[in-house]
């Protein structure tokens, strides 16, 4: 997507060749004409996937998949970083380790918000190591849901997250993808 | 705002005399449809107030919050949840304790994202004792910026937050006001 491209040059900030900043129109100040575009694409890309729900992980998935929800006439349904495990039959949970943080959590969702009939598109900020994004298929399959497709703003296609998705067979559309990086370079896929 | 008080009404589950679950359409499953008219009238109210930049905090006020902004033709700044005191000059911090979860943070702002120049609307789902909005005054303080307004999805009048915001002559438009609740019981301010 052009407009994302085109902003990612513009504002984001290579610091190696792994942390990517785009605290300037994604995850601190948000862009939200560009997020609305977003959400635009990602509905008119997945129309004809059968998306009963869309999902994504708190907080920097929030702004591009409420308007991409919005434009499908979905609800939206935002998974919890919890601290820790609950117990009680309410919640599907998955652990998420994130390596690049050192930081780990129980990706949360209730039950009732979930069911056999849905098929959920997955929509999330960043696909790295694709840890939430596989945190986010064991959490479908415990509640049986099916899979119809995953939207990423950015994909560092260098890492081991796109691989591990297109594995199993899952539809990953990514709007930015990032060949490599280093301290103020950024190569896109071509 | 008659369509928020329906759905309150309709699937909001009042626990005690202060907890109100809103998880279906507002905290864990989000109805775009609803939060898209709520930021329609969010910048409806605040149009004639100058406002530069519509600020709100992780997590759940991000998508009544991104979608009045939307409407405004404005950016939205996410303020964080920070567990520790960052120390450099790059950011504003201001210390929020929740009581009634027991919580406390650092709430967080780069100072990139914010001028003397800048005249902001705050956006959060609740006010209840108001500590996520005195943060939110403190860190407009530290940056001499300007409140212009403040806006809220449901507000609890029988806390002490909107008393705190009136009487330092702050803006406050609540879109559902509770005057009274307790379990299977709420009371709207007529």
């Keep these: 997507m052009k407009e994302l491209i085109d902003k990612i040059r513009a504002e984001g900030i290579a610091l190696n060749e792994e942390v990517l900043k785009v605290d300037s129109f994604i995850n601190h100040q948000v ?16 129309k004809n996937h059968g998306i009963t729900k869309v ?26 970083k919890s601290t820790s495990k609950i117990l009680g039959g309410e919640v599907y949970q998955s ?9 780990r959590y129980e990706l949360t969702l209730a039950k009732k918000f979930i069911s056999p009939e ?12 694709g840890q939430a994004a596989m945190g986010f298929v064991q959490l479908m399959e415990k509640a049986g849901a099916k899979i ?11 890492q ?31």
Excluded at 40 to 46: D, I, L, P, S
Excluded at 58 to 72: L, R, T
Excluded at 118 to 127: A, H, K, P, S
Excluded at 169 to 181: H, N
């Design 55 to 80: 999902l994504t992980v708190e907080s920097s998935g929030i702004a591009p998949a409420v308007f991409a929800a919005k434009h499908m006439g979905l609800d939206l349904v935002v998974l919890k």
């Design 31 to 46: 862009d939200t004409v560009l997020m609305d575009r977003i959400g635009e694409t990602f509905a008119e890309h997945f």
């Design 118 to 129: 849905d098929r959920v598109l997955f929509i999330d900020d960043f696909l790295a190591n």
């Design 160 to 190: 081991s997250g796109r691989k591990m998705l297109d594995d199993l067979g899952l539809d990953v559309y990514s709007l930015a993808r990032i060949r490599k990086m280093n301290e103020g370079m950024i190569t896109f896929e071509s």
């Design 95 to 103: 652990t998420v380790s994130s390596f690049t943080k050192g930081t």
């Design 148 to 158: 119809g497709g995953i939207g990423i703003l950015i994909e560092k296609s260098f």
